[in-house]
């Protein structure tokens, strides 16, 4: 199953794009499951299955279209891809970069939490189209990571910079600024990056994981004004109003992986007693790529 | 001669869109002025021109096509018009309503600084467009020619509800949240207005005029993650960018005009040695609608 950011977002009770968990039933997300016994001609047992019942061992669905379950090919890769560079993860680096962010070759592009799940693959895919790309990240192995195996063209430790990741950032890009930072932090991260990026430059809003655990109410970046003198577009956006351009991402997602330009990384925690955990360590930083939790036997 | 916001900016010594006022010399910007000489047969003497040579009494230009000068018809309504509706405060409300925005009929637009020079254009356009147009201002009297006067949907005076536009604004507009918000003012009014956007809403930066006399650094909008959930676009813009409207911008505003949909409030200082109290007026609210000063005789 995955672990996944947006589930802190389901913890408060508030209106908003998926509802809220409820106390008292068990959690749920993406999962890939392997059918164990059936009554539906579609499924056969042993057939891998994505769905949205994880958190849990065993869980039973009628598999109608409207079941949100779906066949994968184990063929195409380990599983668990399906819950990541083929999956929501993969698709969300996907549609922010290139339908969001209308990435051109030869940008420069600033990703924050670059060896997570999605900033990874975002880094990935903004150098395979030709463009020099910087990525924050929270280790000196996710920064080793990043340029020995992803490949990308600056990396630092935002820790090592505290409050002022601006400065260190004004020292390492190309030309005269950032034209599309893709953001998964907010913060400080989101305060630095307007400074320093280009005219025209775009802000592709995915996540705030540094806002998620807050308490109280976060400031927003004080230097939102240069939006304006800048003539910055800043767009949120969530990955399920894109579902339409999954067949178009498959395609080249697979043609990526084949010709070796997309690594990957995951963090497994074993058993579901330990889901909790790898949840929490989404937000402590201690996971490295994608963070799964195997349940079960294979 | 106009004394505009923007002007702010220029005190301040850093790299922006334009760049700062020098010590020692004039400040200038926008102002219509009357030939009073010429050694140029493009202009006669009685001609009234558009210039960039404000705060000063008389000027000379050689009128070549780079000086910035260009003759205005002053049988198309007040001179001082080419300074308002007719000039850059026209053209951005303009330019940011129907080309940044993309408005359309029917929306539920929101306008802060709603009396001010571009923010009762924007009102008005908004109006003609079939909108229904709620607005901020910062005094009854504002309220009162939004509403009756400029014919706006609903309006209100922000310095009754202080930090807490947010509830105000939640009890005023149709349907389930607001469509457009045109930003003339940052600060509370666009974390108010993050609060009661509509999924996929735009959010226009023109002006952020809470903030420009701020001595030490504002806090950004504490809830720009519904930007995130609700999938909104914050997009700035500066409005010599889009210059190429200017002849399509000129059509619908005559038009406009001449069907009297467009009402227009001024304020008029007399006297160069008043223009600095007429700039300082437009950060206390003490201006209504286009903020001008007066040199010399008719």
Redesign the interface.
Known sequence: MSVDPYMR?RMTERK??VPPFELGKPLDGACISKVVESKNNQFAVGDYVLGMNGWREYWISDGSSNSGVTKIDPNLGPIQFFLGIFGMPGLTAYVGLLKIGQLKEGETVLVSAASGAVGSVVCQIAKAKGCYVIGSAGSKEKVSWLINDAGIDYAFNYKEFKDDISTELGKVYQSDGIDLYFDNV?GKH??AALDHMK?FGRII????IS?YNATS??????????????????????VR?YYDMLNQFHADMTKWVNEGKIKWKETVFEGLENAPKAFIALFNGENFGKTLVKIGPD
Chains 1, 2 share one sequence.
């Open positions: 977002g908003s794009y907010g989101l305060e005219t809003l995915c996540g705030m806002q109410p976060t400031p927003g970046p004080a230097n939102i004004f240069l939006a304006i003198t800048k003539r910055l577009k800043l767009q949120g956006f969530i109003d």
